[in-house]
């Protein structure tokens, strides 16, 4: 049997893709995956998923009595699915392999990709003749084919600040195709960021989208200076000793302005020595606060059930990652970090990678610091004791 990520990526090597595909040019893959090897969605349970209050769903319909392009946002009712036309509009759930556990899998598939990159998967139902409209996206996506016809429209040449005007959607103005393919159940295309896209139902179809998340230098540069200012004296002024007289006082000479940039840099480079701790909890800033309403267990009731085996699960809008110092490991869950040492390198990956297991897969799960780090991650609602 082929391994499945050969036939994911069209009997291309993981790093073949990432070397000569990723966020370099769009690749279109026949029967990537087998559907029905898979777990899925019916239209039906994507809309009464779509009805839940806390799902974020939107109904896009190309030809509306308030004009063309509308956009509606959920939660949706009944009667919202029964007043829709038999065409021309999409319904799309963002998270749903979040909402949905079982639908894991998918997200599974893509993981020689950094957990830090995958955003989330997004299912999306289209009538017949269904499209959101020609459009750019900021960020890596996989469109994979789950059920009926797709077909997709690329162009490497649209603008990408000239939008249709007065809708609450990015709506290309121009769109001049040039490729196209219909996908159906199975086949997949991967799009760089940047590259315009046009999807339209050929009949009534679903389709899963795999997105990837990548830092904006905007929120990169705001978290971090955020975290500089908090840690530099609110006393500390600039220092110019030895300066010489000046003739011309409203000149801003070249050494001042070398004197700002090295401080700048200078700032900038300080502490250094938390920029892993500072980097790894930005980058598992969770999406959703989904975390902040969970019961809290105290600390002899979390004691007892992991002492007892008691299977644990990670809350589907957790993010983990962690990073290997010389002698440490630095783990982080939802923008906290921790601190342990290399010993429990096997124990931190088993609790990244698996979703649901038990304390005592863990090696070292009878260790007081991995039972303190499990009991951490189980107070702040990282991880919660499984149901059944």
């Not at 990159?117 to 999306?124: A, E, F, N, P």
Request: net charge negative.
């Amino acid at each position: 049997m082929k391994e499945p990520l050969l036939t994911l990526l069209g009997n291309r090597r993981a790093d073949d893709f990432l070397q000569n595909y990723w966020q370099k040019k769009p690749l279109l893959i026949r029967q990537a995956i087998d559907p029905g090897q898979y777990p899925m969605l019916s239209p039906d349970e994507l809309a009464g998923l779509a009805c839940e209050p806390d799902v974020d769903a939107r109904i896009v319909q190309e030809h509306h009595c308030d004009g063309p392009w509308q956009v509606s946002y959920g939660p949706f009712s009944n009667d919202d699915f029964a007043a829709l036309p038999d065409s021309h509009w999409t319904l799309l759930v963002t998270d749903c392999e979040k909402h949905l556990p079982d639908l894991r899998p998918l997200i599974e598939l893509f993981r020689f990709i950094p957990d830090w990159r995958i955003d989330d998967l997004m299912i999306s139902y289209a009538s017949d003749q269904g499209s959101v409209g020609p459009h750019l996206d900021a960020y890596d996506v996989f469109l994979l084919q789950l059920e009926g016809t797709r077909e997709w429209q690329i162009s490497t040449h649209s603008e990408p600040d000239h939008f249709i005007e007065d809708i609450d959607l990015k709506i290309l103005k121009s769109f001049h195709p040039e490729q196209s393919w219909k996908l159906l159940p199975g086949d997949m295309l991967y799009l760089p960021p940047g590259i315009a896209h046009h999807g339209i139902a050929r009949d009534p179809c679903m389709t899963a989208s795999i997105g990837f998340r990548a830092p904006a230098y905007r929120d990169l540069l705001q978290a971090r200076f955020d975290t500089l200012i908090m840690k530099t004296d609110e006393e500390a002024r600039l220092q110019d000793p030895g300066r010489t007289p000046q003739s011309q006082p409203a000149e801003i000479t070249p050494e001042t302005i070398s004197t700002f940039q090295n401080l700048l840099t200078d700032l900038l480079n300080q502490n250094k020595a938390d920029f892993p701790a500072w980097l790894g909890c930005f980058l598992t800033e969770p999406k959703h606060d989904h975390l902040a309403d969970l019961p809290s267990l105290g600390d002899k009731t979390i004691a007892k059930r992991l002492n007892k085996n008691h299977g644990i699960e990670r809350n589907a809008f957790s993010r983990l990652a962690y990073t290997i110092e010389p002698s440490t490991l630095l783990f982080f869950a939802d923008a906290i970090s921790w601190k342990i040492s290399i010993d429990y390198l096997e124990d931190v990956q088993k609790i990244c990678h698996q979703h649901r297991f038990q304390p005592h897969d863990l090696p070292h799960h009878d260790h007081p610091e991995i039972h303190q780090l499990l009991s951490d991650l189980i107070h702040n609602h990282a991880f919660l004791f499984s149901e059944d």
